[in-house]
């Protein structure tokens, strides 16, 4: 059973930094393109970034990019997302997400018919 488990999702004041952590079991994990994306309350879930299954081809919405970085470790099957100079509108909860056939920036075309989802980690942005 496939199973990826969010974690290190808090509360920050803006400008502070978060890194948010998915721990993945059940599957080959270099396999698989990983990424994130999240949902603020009343809209819908949209793309932050994705990686390769080796770790190249970092690809970020427009609005984290410099700003948040993502970063694998295949050895301890983990994805991370590092978030820095967080704003109030980071608001959300974060998503971790893979999927075998699609590249990095193929995750960012469209979120449905991903392989897995996790269950997510909320992560509050003060102002």
């Known amino acids: 059973q496939v199973q990826l488990v969010e974690s290190g999702g808090g509360f920050v004041q803006t400008g502070g930094s978060l890194r948010v952590s998915c721990a993945a079991s059940g599957l080959t994990f270099s396999n698989y393109a990983m990424g994130w994306f999240r949902q603020a309350p009343g809209k819908e879930r949209e793309f932050v970034a994705a990686?390769?299954?080796?770790?190249?081809?970092?690809y970020y919405a427009d609005s984290v990019k410099g700003r948040f970085t993502i970063f694998r470790d295949n050895a301890k099957n983990t994805l991370y997302l590092q978030l820095n100079s967080l704003k109030p509108e980071d608001t959300a909860v974060y998503y971790c997400?893979?999927?075998?056939?699609?590249?990095?920036?193929?995750?960012?075309?469209?979120?449905?018919?991903?392989?897995?989802w996790g269950k997510g980690t909320l992560v509050t942005v003060s102002s």
């Open positions: 990686l390769s299954w080796s770790g190249g081809s970092p």
């Open positions: 997400a893979a999927d075998q056939f699609r590249t990095a920036q193929g995750m960012a075309v469209t979120a449905v018919g991903i392989d897995y």
